[in-house]
């Protein structure tokens, strides 16, 4: 388990680390609650509505780079010809 620290500052606010921001996915605008178990444990979990883009940057983390037309045509040749035998 990692420990992520932030600082509290004289307004109340704290700066959410870039780690777990990342982790869970948070945006500026996410919802974060806050509960306290009896031992003064805090659980912060995500909290709020999941748009689409939200559900989407969960599923997939890392965008694809773009890739050329030639490239992808190449790409699918090489499948039927794996897959179906080649073509004269």
Known sequence: MKVAQSRLTRRGQIS???E???RMGLQPG???SWEIEDD???VVR???HHDSEDVHRRLFP???QPRRL???NAGIKRHIE???GKKS
């Open 16 to 18: 959410v680390p870039a």
């Open 20 to 22: 777990v921001r990342r």
């Open 30 to 32: 996410s919802m974060l």
């Open 40 to 42: 003064d444990t805090v």
């Open 46 to 48: 995500r909290s709020g």
């Open 62 to 64: 890392i965008v694809p």
């Open 70 to 72: 030639e490239a992808l």
């Open 82 to 84: 794996l897959h179906h």
